[in-house]
C-alpha cells in the first residue's frame, strides 16, 4: 500500500536552467490546489543536509514564472554522495516532516534521488531540468529550448561582423557528451558546419567544406561547435589548424559559455515547466515513485527513474543530413 502524500518537499540540483523557477512554481501551486503542503529545499542535496529549508505557498512563487536560475538555488553535493550525509539529509527532511521529493535537475541529481530512495523509501520524482537536452525519457528538458534560443540570437549578432569582414567564426556552445544545442543552434543560424560529439566529420571534411565554402562565393562561415567534439581537438586547437591549412582564412573564436544557461525561459520552457510540474505531484498523490515526468510528442509521460538515468537520448540523425544540405 502507498503512503498518503502529506507535505512534498522540492529542490533544485546541479546546474541550474531556465524554466526551473517555472517547475518550482508548478509543484507549489498543484500542492496548494490539492491542500498537499509544500516544503522549498534550498541549494539541492546540500541544503537538505544542512536543513535550509522553507515552507511555500502559492504566492511564495508569484513572478518567478519568467525568471531565468532557480529561486531555491542550486548546488552540488559531495557530502551527499556519502552514506552519512545522506543520512542527515532522512533525519532532516523527518524532522521537517516532508514525506516524498520532486527533485529537478539532471541524471546526476536522479541518480541521487533513486539512492535515496533505495535506502529511506521515500517516494520521489524527477522533473528534467538542463539544457544539454541528454536525458533519456523526454523529447525535451526545461531550459533547452531557451538555451537554444539564446545561442541562435547570438550566431545571427556574430554573423553580422563575420560578414562585414569575411571572416570565419568558431562559436563553440554547451554540450560535452551531447550535441543537440549545437546542432539545432546550427541549423537554425546557418552554421557552415556543425561538430557534435556523437559523430567524427573529421578534419578533411571540415577543410573541404570551408574550401567549398569560400569558391562558391559566402561572405562569412559560422562553425558551430559543442564542448566535446568528437574530433578531439578543442575550439582554438581547430583555429590553429584550420589557420595552418588555409591561410585565407582570417579564424575568430566566440565561446558562448555560461551566458547559454541565463535569461528568461521561452513560453515553451514555461508552459512545459508547468506541465511537468503538475504531473509530478499527481503522480504522488497516485502513489506513484521512481519515476522522471517528461514529454514524448506531445504527451507528458513517465519513464522510470533508472531508465531515464542508464537510457542514452540519441540525436536525430535526420537534422545531420538536413544540416548538410542547407550548408551547400
Ligand atoms: P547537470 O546536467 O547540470 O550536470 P546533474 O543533475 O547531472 O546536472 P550532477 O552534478 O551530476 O548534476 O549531480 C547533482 C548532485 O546529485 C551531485 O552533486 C550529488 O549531490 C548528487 N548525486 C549524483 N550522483 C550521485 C550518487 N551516485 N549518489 C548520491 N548522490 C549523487
Same mark, same amino acid.
Given at each position: 500500500m502507498s503512503k498518503t502524500i502529506k507535505r512534498i518537499g522540492v529542490l533544485t540540483s546541479g546546474g541550474d536552467s531556465p524554466g526551473m523557477n517555472a517547475a518550482i512554481r508548478s509543484v507549489v501551486r498543484t500542492c496548494a490546489y490539492h491542500n498537499i503542503e509544500c516544503v522549498g529545499i534550498y541549494r539541492g542535496y546540500q541544503g537538505m543536509i544542512e536543513g535550509d529549508f522553507k515552507e511555500m505557498g502559492p504566492?511564495?512563487?508569484?513572478?518567478?514564472?519568467?525568471?531565468?536560475?532557480t529561486i531555491l538555488k542550486s548546488a552540488r553535493s559531495?557530502?551527499?554522495?556519502t552514506p552519512e550525509g545522506r543520512q542527515k539529509a532522512f533525519s532532516n527532511i523527518q524532522k521537517a516532516g516532508i514525506d516524498s521529493l520532486v527533485v529537478i535537475g539532471g541524471d546526476g541529481s536522479f541518480t541521487g534521488a533513486e539512492v535515496f530512495n533505495s535506502e529511506f523509501n521515500i517516494p520521489i520524482m524527477g522533473i528534467p531540468g538542463t539544457?544539454?537536452? *541528454?536525458?533519456? =525519457?523526454?523529447s525535451f528538458t526545461l531550459g533547452y529550448d531557451t538555451a537554444l534560443n539564446t545561442v541562435v540570437e547570438v550566431i545571427d549578432k556574430i554573423r553580422d561582423t563575420a560578414s562585414s569582414h569575411n571572416r570565419l567564426f568558431f562559436v563553440e556552445v554547451m554540450g560535452r557528451d551531447a550535441g543537440h544545442i549545437a546542432l539545432n543552434a546550427g541549423i537554425g543560424a546557418g552554421a557552415e558546419e556543425i561538430l557534435i560529439?556523437?559523430?567524427?566529420?573529421g578534419l578533411e571534411r571540415l577543410l573541404d567544406s570551408l574550401k567549398k565554402s569560400k569558391a562558391s562565393g559566402k561572405s562569412s562561415s559560422i562553425v558551430v561547435i559543442a564542448?566535446? *567534439?568528437?574530433? =578531439?581537438?578543442n575550439v582554438f586547437e581547430l583555429k590553429d589548424y584550420v589557420e595552418a591549412n588555409l591561410p585565407e582564412y582570417d579564424v575568430r573564436v566566440s565561446v558562448l559559455g555560461?551566458?547559454?544557461?541565463?535569461?528568461a525561459p521561452t513560453c515553451f520552457d514555461r508552459v512545459l515547466a508547468s506541465r511537468l510540474g503538475v504531473k509530478a505531484v499527481e503522480s504522488l498523490i497516485e502513489g506513484k515513485s521512481n519515476f522522471m515526468v517528461g514529454i514524448l510528442g506531445d504527451k507528458i509521460t513517465l519513464t522510470p527513474i533508472d531508465q531515464a538515468i542508464k537510457g542514452h537520448s540519441e540525436i536525430d540523425r535526420e537534422l545531420l543530413k538536413v544540416a548538410d544540405i542547407m550548408s551547400t
Open positions: 504566492r511564495s512563487v508569484n513572478n518567478i514564472v519568467n525568471k531565468g536560475g559531495k557530502d551527499f554522495m539544457i544539454d537536452n *541528454d536525458i533519456y =525519457g523526454t560529439p556523437e559523430e567524427d566529420l564542448e566535446g *567534439d568528437k574530433i =578531439g581537438k555560461h551566458m547559454q544557461r541565463g535569461g
